[in-house]
């Protein structure tokens, strides 16, 4: 079972990126999906949630410039991100939680990261 994402890259400041994450494997159900970030030195915090029923919520800090959404039928959540700003960077990590086949539980799985750079 694995999370990968992609998207992140170099973008100006005012600018725009989105990240995408897609669980593969041998999945049974995808429930809460999320983005978390961590900037160097400082702790992973969380930056937007939605529920399996794509109830969303976003940190303040970002609220009215990204967005999550998802899509169930290709098991990926996305990060639109808009009027990105000088502290945002940061690598971005996608993060599940997911009842895998033989499993009675949903667990945590994390993505390994997208690195996301705004110039000014």
């Known amino acids: 079972v694995r999370l990968v994402e992609s998207g992140g890259g170099l973008v100006q400041a005012g600018g725009s990126l989105r990240l995408s994450c897609a669980a593969s494997?041998?999945?049974?159900?995808?429930?809460?999906m999320a983005w978390y970030r961590q900037a160097p030195g400082k702790q992973r915090e969380l930056v937007a949630i939605i529920t399996s029923t794509n109830s969303a919520n976003h940190a303040d800090s970002v609220k009215g410039r990204f967005t999550i959404s998802r899509n169930n039928a290709n098991r990926t959540v996305y990060l639109q991100m808009t009027s990105l700003k000088p502290e945002d960077p940061a690598v971005y990590y996608c993060n599940a939680q997911m009842l895998t086949k033989g499993t009675m539980a949903y667990l945590t799985y994390w993505g390994q990261g997208t690195k996301v750079t705004v110039s000014s």
């Open positions: 494997g041998s999945i049974t159900s995808i429930g809460r």
